[in-house]
């Protein structure tokens, strides 16, 4: 497991600088990948722990499986030295709002344990990150999913910045409660649709076209029309309740958590499956909000 160690943080600073020529970073999108890259280093120089307590707002959510805010547990003194773990991650993707203050990230993690004799584990991350007072980014909410074995080649870990918002709406003075409203009655009407006409053409109505969906249990699907072919095949009933939702001060970006509820398609399993969602949504060129990266994560089924 040592190797696996040695050979994870090989590939995280081969893919440090690694950006595609002529895909020149926003500062405050670069600012947040290498704030990224500095929490994943933490991570595994330190633990996990200790990179979550450095790296989380107070106010921070992660999910254990439920949604908690673990900034004030983790900053707790202990005596418990460095885990024989390594949780490692690369981002590969992410976006920030005009006004530079609220973002994400997403890529593969790979998790390893020294002290058994298994293959790592596999899956994405997907960390909303939110500006402070003093202009360090902080973890808002961090949610990621288990997948199959991923190429972690630094081909593979290039960073792609996502297309951004084109909406122009956001030069005028905006109102980031009011957008936090419409985002939210944006996600009742979105669960609405998927419980009326289905899953695969709420997301088609929502959804933009260079969505992303990340399930527990699958590689991130990728495009308006993968994710409709994917819903279609695997997807019977997908519902969902929001808990919380924030919006950018430039009114172009906003993200929601929440439960959820999905019935597998025939033969894909018969009971229903349960869990913890986030979303990332953007305006698109008309102001509409569209949902650019949906997260699906299943809680373990409850004990009988």
Known sequence: MRRIFTTALAILLLAVAAVPQGERLKPALASLVET??????????????AAFAAYFSDEGIAFQP??????????????????????????????????GDLGYTTGPYVFSDDTKKT????GYYFTVWKRQADGAWRVALDLGIDTPPLDLSPQA????????????????????????????????????ASRSGGAARAFASYGSDDARFN????????????????????VAKFSWGVIDAGAAQSGDFGYAYGSYELAPAAGKGGETERGYFARVWRRDARGRWRAVMSVAHATPPEKK
């Not at 990224?36 to 722990?49: L, W």
């Not at 293959?119 to 596999?122: L, T």
């Not at 399930?215 to 695997?234: C, D, H, K, Q, W």
């Open 36 to 49: 990224e890259r500095a929490f994943a280093r933490t991570s595994v120089e330190r633990g996990a722990r």
């Open 215 to 234: 399930r527990s249990g699958s590689t991130p699907v990728v495009g308006a029309r993968a994710i409709e072919s994917y819903l279609r095949e695997n």
């Open 66 to 99: 439920d949604p908690v805010k673990p900034r004030a547990s983790l900053s707790q003194p202990t005596r418990i030295a460095r885990p024989p773990v390594t949780l490692n991650w690369f981002p590969v993707y992410g976006d920030v709002s005009a006004a």
């Open 119 to 122: 293959p790592p584990s596999y």
């Open 157 to 192: 870990l290039t960073f792609h910045p996502a297309r951004g918002s084109s909406w122009k709406g956001g030069r005028a003075k905006i109102d980031p409660a009011a957008a936090r409203g419409e985002l939210l009655a944006a996600e009742r009407a979105f669960s609405a």
